[in-house]
């Protein structure tokens, strides 16, 4: 069974950083994309970054410059570095992997390609 573990959020101030992981188990595959979504209340989830086995990287506008996607493969882990943090960038941080059925030409950014989800970890930033 997929199980996805993230860690590492908590309240910082504009300007201020953090290390978001997420602990990947029980795939019997190599994963050829994973993802990081947020979800602040009342709106959608969206894609904040995606990395594709290649490697190649997908950023949101927002996070462009900002954010970095990086994976661990001997550790299994996913990590999301946020740097110069918004208070705009608060929410609840998923991150999501694919079946095995499933193949982009480019990390994918949309919630309907991911199949596996972790339960999120909260980040708030305040100004």
């Known amino acids: 069974q997929v199980q996805l573990v993230e860690s590492g959020g908590g309240s910082v101030q504009s300007g201020g950083s953090l290390r978001l992981s997420c602990a990947v188990s029980?795939?019997?595959?190599?994963?050829?994309?994973m993802g990081w979504f947020r979800q602040a209340p009342g709106k959608e989830r969206e894609g904040v970054a995606a990395?594709?086995?290649?490697?190649?990287?997908t950023y949101a506008e927002s996070v462009k410059g900002r954010f970095t996607i990086s994976q661990d493969n001997a550790n299994n882990t996913l990590y999301l570095q946020m740097n110069s943090l918004k208070p705009e960038d608060t929410g609840m941080y998923y991150c999501?992997?694919?079946?095995?059925?499933?193949?982009?030409?480019?990390?994918?950014?949309?919630?309907?390609?991911?199949?596996?989800w972790g339960q999120g970890t909260q980040v708030t930033v305040s100004s």
């Open positions: 999501a992997a694919p079946s095995p059925r499933r193949w982009y030409p480019t990390p994918p950014m949309s919630p309907g390609q991911y199949d596996y």
């Open positions: 029980g795939y019997t595959y190599s994963t050829n994309y």
């Open positions: 990395l594709k086995r290649g490697p190649s990287t």
